[in-house]
């Protein structure tokens, strides 16, 4: 169970870094004129993995439902931004213009679960002993 703690909080700050680096990419783009979209659109769909891989470890992390309830909102999240609104340039402008301001979302969901899971490893961890029946028998 710590360890797929420990997977969670690994991947939930990776995708808060793919998230800033994003911006950045973008900014070379828009603001410096340095480079194209495909680096910043390779690197959005490569998000996808770690937000999978938390998935998959708040399950076996056996983290909290508020926190399993979270990580699916971001990856619904996500896969508007990254694969929805994005392609709806032609057909519903202004939606596709909430692309950056989603990132924003993006980055404030996978920050507030970092910061929960990062608690969650903080906390000490309740053992509950279970007696057999001839352990109980011996301390009679």
Not at 106 to 114: E, K, N, R, V, Y
Request: hydrophobic share 55%.
């Amino acid at each position: 169970m710590k360890i797929a703690r420990n997977v969670y909080l690994i991947t939930s700050w990776l995708f808060i870094a793919g998230v800033a680096v994003q911006v950045f990419l973008a900014g070379m783009v828009v603001v410096a004129g340095q480079m194209g979209w495909s680096s910043h659109g390779d690197l959005g769909h490569s998000l996808g993995l770690p937000l999978i891989i938390m998935l998959i470890s708040a399950y076996l992390g056996r983290m909290p439902g508020s926190m399993k309830r979270l990580t699916w909102l971001l990856l619904g999240v996500y896969i508007l931004q990254a694969d929805v609104f994005i392609f709806m340039r032609q057909s519903a402008p202004a939606l596709s213009a909430l692309h950056p301001v989603i990132a924003l979302i993006d980055f404030a969901l996978g920050l507030t679960l970092a910061v929960r899971a990062r608690s969650l490893l903080k906390k000490p961890q309740v053992h509950q002993t279970h007696t057999t029946s001839l352990e109980a028998m011996a301390a009679d």
